[in-house]
């Protein structure tokens, strides 16, 4: 409710946001819940927004300034909420499947955070949850660790399935339209129009699922 109201424009300062702060803080470090740990993190994204443009972690190109930009905005955090921010990604790193399958469940594995949790479950709606979660948490200052959005991106490619329904379509990747002409920044890969042909297909719904792959 708190990230839809400040992404509707309600200030952070305003007695709504500040009352239900105080109420995440006494309470968000004990929901483990993979939605909800997510959505907690993307509130505290939104919330800190305006030390992110300051610190300039949004706009950071290079790795030393990244890394500069990145420890002043974690320091820029009030205490506890580096605390949860640590919590709920801790609960994130937990319910992480791995091996083939991948992906994440409800909550950490193992645990029984939701109706459905069952160990070594996961499916393709948690895993965006998780995604957007640390995604949140790197724009506030948190270290992740590259290979977590790249193992996903790996596991998405893998798991992908043609519809044996659809014919070929002509895929065309348009070169790299990044800001300025930093060809140094850009990959050589991507300086070039790519054109391949490719099957439209899709994912089932839970992960590693090739069976009930759909169009959605």
């Not at 890394?67 to 506890?80: C, F, G, I, V, Y």
């Not at 798991?159 to 339209?177: K, W």
């Amino acid at each position: 409710a708190m990230l839809a109201l400040l992404h509707g424009g309600t200030s952070r300062d305003s007695d709504t946001i500040q009352n239900g702060l105080n109420w995440l803080r006494d309470r968000a470090k004990t929901d483990r819940n993979t939605y909800s740990n997510a959505i907690v993190l993307m509130f505290f994204q939104k919330y800190y927004e305006r030390e992110q443009r300051e610190t300039g972690i949004i706009s950071a190109d290079e790795p030393d300034e990244h890394e500069k930009a990145r420890e002043e905005m974690w320091n820029a955090l009030a205490e506890p909420d580096r605390k949860i921010v640590e919590t709920l990604l801790s609960n994130l790193d937990a319910g992480s499947i791995g091996g083939k399958q991948g992906g994440w469940g409800y909550g950490p594995v193992g645990g029984k955070t939701g109706s459905n949790q069952r160990g070594g479950y996961s499916d393709n709606s948690c895993s965006q949850f998780a995604m957007l979660g640390y995604k949140a948490a790197s724009l506030l200052g948190a270290e992740i660790r590259v290979s977590v959005f790249q193992g996903e991106a790996e596991r998405l490619i893998r798991q992908y399935g043609p519809d044996e329904n659809c014919e070929e379509v002509e895929y065309v990747h348009d070169p790299d339209d990044r800001e300025g002409d930093d060809n140094e920044r850009k990959s050589r890969a991507t300086q070039t129009e790519w054109k391949a042909k490719i099957v439209p297909g899709g994912w089932g719904y839970a992960c590693g699922d090739t069976k009930w792959r759909t169009m959605d």
